[in-house]
């Protein structure tokens, strides 16, 4: 049996400060604590809630004072965790190549007024007649490994203690599903279907399992039980004790149970290392996954009735023009279908966002030869007759239905170019070109509308009854007959050409009306009949 044990008391440093860091490690975390030596940490399978039965892995180099470098790479499982029980935290992890080995390495840690009370152990080897075998393990941990070993672990922990003081790390208190006792709207309900974030909520919060079965249950005996959970965004308590901190809490019936320190996490520099720690960072990932795919699908159900609608259009004279928008649908359309692995994936994602302002280029450059085809028509006949009002009104018709698909495209791009950042980026700077060009669609939707109120009253054109006044010989031979029944001064104008005018001289709404800061609002989830679903619009 061989036996390697380091103890020192670390200065400025708390015991549940490195046992939380240790118990849920994640590479990003492990390699800035000491850069060049860390390579790896992170937990490649979760055990129990106390993280008993973790798989976890380690990479590490052991550089000794003479320079000499040992590699330290290793599987292993956590087989005690203990959290500060009467002011003692231990953790022993042992290690795994198919079968875990008679190798084990243990951390113990107190509290005590100069600091944290720290014994790294390491231990090797067989008992009974295995010993034989410490022979050839002593070839590899020889006195050069153990003085290395020694050396690096002198160093490392308390260049722990000044990490953790500089970036006020603190693992979050998950929420919990709790009976939701107060009645909600059904039509804000919209159901998790994609297996992978269910399984990432089942994983977040260990309360789901319980809830999902006791609501499968109630729901068996006709009881109906709906559980709720809120996942923490933007609302959240400043911190006392930890500057630039948030607190967190887990709600009970009535009061709150228990709570937290937590850096808020940037969910735009969220990738699957840290979304698989048991942190903040996992839990605001969750939330911005059900986010994403919820408004994704919403973008996508939009698209299908665009398509719809464009191919509805009549426009035999500029059917390229009208390929060019038809192809722009289809594009978006490709980038909204959701995906865990784009939303998660920061080059993936990159790609995308950097097609959408491709797309963008494009909606706008046919955004504007819209609106200037509409001014130019619209200054190009000030004084038309009858006839040619109905003509030009019937290009004006396909001119404006293609100005509001435009819009509604240029809103979606920038929609997803919000959703795709993951809130990196703010909704004034994502919608901040569509907001200059519907802008300027309202400026031109304004002055048709004016134009056409200067025909309708120069043409004598009644909207509300749907007529228009006898003119000319017309009007001459109908004034006599027009005396005894008012209604032969008129002519019937056609249902269409009034639904046109009418369409026309509405102009867009000059108010943005994109998706808000979805990402900074709580995300609350629904239990019912043993399902997942999205409260939508609740914050």
């Known amino acids: 049996?061989?036996?390697?044990?380091?103890?020192?008391?670390?200065?400025?440093?708390?015991?549940?400060?490195?046992?939380?860091?240790?118990?849920?490690?994640?590479?990003?975390?492990?390699?800035?604590?000491?850069?060049?030596?860390?390579?790896?940490?992170?937990?490649?399978?979760?055990?129990?809630?106390?993280?008993?039965?973790?798989?976890?892995?380690?990479?590490?180099?052991?550089?000794?004072?003479?320079?000499?470098r040992h590699r330290l790479k290793f599987h292993a499982v956590v087989i005690e965790a203990d959290r500060g029980t009467d002011n003692y935290y231990k953790i022993t992890w042992q290690m795994k190549k198919g079968v875990q080995l008679p190798a084990f390495v243990t951390l113990c840690l107190t509290d005590s007024p100069d600091g944290v009370v720290l014994t790294h152990e390491l231990q090797i080897g067989f008992g009974g007649i295995g010993k034989i075998l410490d022979l050839f393990i002593r070839l590899y941990f020889n006195k050069s490994f153990q003085t290395a070993l020694t050396e690096h672990c002198n160093a490392e922990w308390y260049m722990l203690a000044e990490y953790l003081n500089e970036n006020s790390y603190e693992v979050m208190t998950l929420p919990e599903f709790f009976p939701l006792t107060?009645?909600?709207?059904?039509?804000?309900?919209?159901?998790?279907?994609?297996?992978?974030?269910?399984?990432?909520?089942?994983?977040?919060?260990?309360?789901?399992?319980?809830?999902?079965?006791?609501?499968?249950?109630?729901?068996?005996?006709?009881?109906?039980?709906?559980?709720?959970?809120?996942?923490?965004?933007?609302?959240?308590?400043?911190?006392?004790?930890?500057?630039?901190?948030?607190?967190?809490?887990?709600?009970g019936k009535d009061t709150i149970s228990k709570n937290a320190n937590l850096t808020k996490v940037n969910p735009a520099q969220l990738n699957k290392a840290t979304a698989l720690a048991n942190s903040a960072a996992n839990v605001m990932n969750v939330g911005s996954l059900i986010v994403g795919q919820y408004y994704m699908s919403e973008i996508n159900s939009k698209l299908e009735t665009m398509s719809k609608t464009i191919n509805k259009i009549s426009d035999f004279q500029n059917r390229e023009f009208k390929s060019r928008i038809v192809s722009l649908i289809p594009l978006i359309g490709e980038i909204s279908e959701f995906s865990i692995e784009i939303m998660e994936n920061d080059e993936t994602r990159g790609i995308k966002l950097s097609a959408l302002e491709d797309l963008k280029a494009k909606a706008t450059e046919l955004l504007s030869q819209v609106n200037i085809t509409i001014d130019e028509l619209r200054q190009s006949n000030s004084n038309p007759t009858y006839k040619d009002y109905q003509n030009i009104v019937n290009e004006f018709n396909i001119l404006v239905e293609h100005q509001s698909i435009l819009i509604a495209i240029l809103e979606k791009i920038s929609e997803l170019t919000y959703l795709l950042s993951k809130g990196g980026k703010t909704t004034e700077m994502c919608y901040s070109l569509f907001n200059k060009f519907l802008e300027q669609s309202v400026q031109t939707r304004n002055a048709l509308e004016q134009w056409h109120e200067s025909q309708v009253k120069a043409l004598s054109i009644d909207l509300d009854k749907k007529r228009i006044s006898k003119s000319g010989v017309e009007g001459f031979f109908a004034a006599i007959p027009a005396i005894v029944v008012d209604d032969w001064k008129y002519k019937r104008l056609d249902d269409s050409l009034v639904q046109k005018i009418t369409t026309q001289s509405k102009s867009t709404t000059s108010v943005p009306t994109g998706t808000t800061d979805v990402y900074d609002n709580d995300v609350e989830i629904v239990i019912k009949d043993g399902k997942y679903y999205y409260l939508h619009g609740a914050s």
């Open 182 to 251: 107060t009645a909600i709207n059904e039509n804000s309900l919209r159901e998790i279907t994609d297996v992978t974030i269910v399984s990432r909520i089942t994983q977040t919060f260990p309360s789901a399992t319980q809830a999902i079965a006791k609501s499968v249950s109630n729901n068996a005996m006709k009881g109906v039980e709906l559980f709720k959970l809120d996942i923490p965004s933007s609302a959240l308590t400043k911190s006392k004790e930890i500057k630039g901190a948030f607190r967190a809490f887990s709600r």
């Open 1 to 68: 049996m061989i036996k390697h044990t380091v103890a020192l008391t670390v200065p400025n440093a708390r015991a549940e400060q490195f046992y939380d860091f240790m118990i849920s490690p994640t590479d990003e975390r492990y390699s800035e604590w000491w850069q060049g030596e860390h390579l790896q940490f992170h937990i490649v399978k979760n055990g129990d809630d106390n993280h008993v039965g973790d798989l976890v892995f380690m990479d590490e180099w052991l550089t000794g004072n003479n320079g000499k």
